[in-house]
């Protein structure tokens, strides 16, 4: 008798054990994923439509390119060397619109570099043929896998589209325009800091 009595209680401590420990594991599990949890859900500025976004250049090297995301397409910004900004005068006879007047950009972005700033260079990493997502080809020339005339640039492998280092599209290319640059503008100490998706005071 005294040894049924002995087993039912140990039978009751082995279930309270196993549904403490059950239960602490639970908890530990559930705090070590809430801030994993939390992080998939973007800010609320994030969610409003087309909120502004901002990326850190100050420290991009020359020739260097990141990629933002920006109302759910890449936006590219690419630090362009005194090199590459000097050949893009050049281009023209290679362009299909090398004045940009046939494009989407902002009417503060002029000339040959369609840039605010003449190295920094901010374009939707989008191509105008069919919305595939080009490749940076900086090297020119025989440097490059694009052959001897090739000005350095983009290149689209869904359907051989060909932009320069400005995004304006080769002649012989399917997509129709240059790509698109979006509104930005500089802030931040020194201007170090590109803001995506608005545009400058007084523009």
């Not at 997502?133 to 900086?138: A, G």
């Not at 240059?178 to 803001?195: I, K, L, S």
């Amino acid at each position: 008798m005294t040894a049924i009595v002995r087993d039912n209680i140990d039978e009751k401590r082995r279930r309270l054990l196993l549904v403490a420990t059950s239960a602490a594991g639970a908890a530990l599990a559930g705090g070590a994923a809430a801030p994993l949890l939390v992080s998939w859900f973007p800010s609320a500025r994030a969610l409003a439509a087309g909120a502004p976004v901002e990326a850190d250049v100050s420290k991009l090297e020359p020739g260097q390119q990141i990629t933002i995301e920006w109302r759910g397409k890449p936006v590219w910004v690419l630090r362009r060397t005194p090199e590459m900004v000097e050949r893009l005068a050049k281009n023209a006879p290679l362009l299909v619109d090398p004045e940009s007047q046939a494009s989407k950009q902002p009417a503060y972005v002029k000339g040959p570099g369609r840039s605010i700033k003449p190295d920094i260079f901010v374009v939707e990493g989008v191509c105008t043929h069919l919305g595939c997502s080009p490749t940076l080809k900086k090297e020119v020339g025989a440097a490059s896998d694009m052959g001897a005339e090739w000005p350095g640039g983009y290149y689209c492998p869904c359907h051989n589209s060909r932009f320069d280092l400005a995004a304006r599209v080769l002649k012989g290319s399917p997509a129709p325009s240059n790509m698109t640059v979006p509104p930005y503008h500089f802030a931040g100490a020194g201007e170090g800091v590109v803001v995506i998706g608005e545009d400058p005071k007084g523009a």
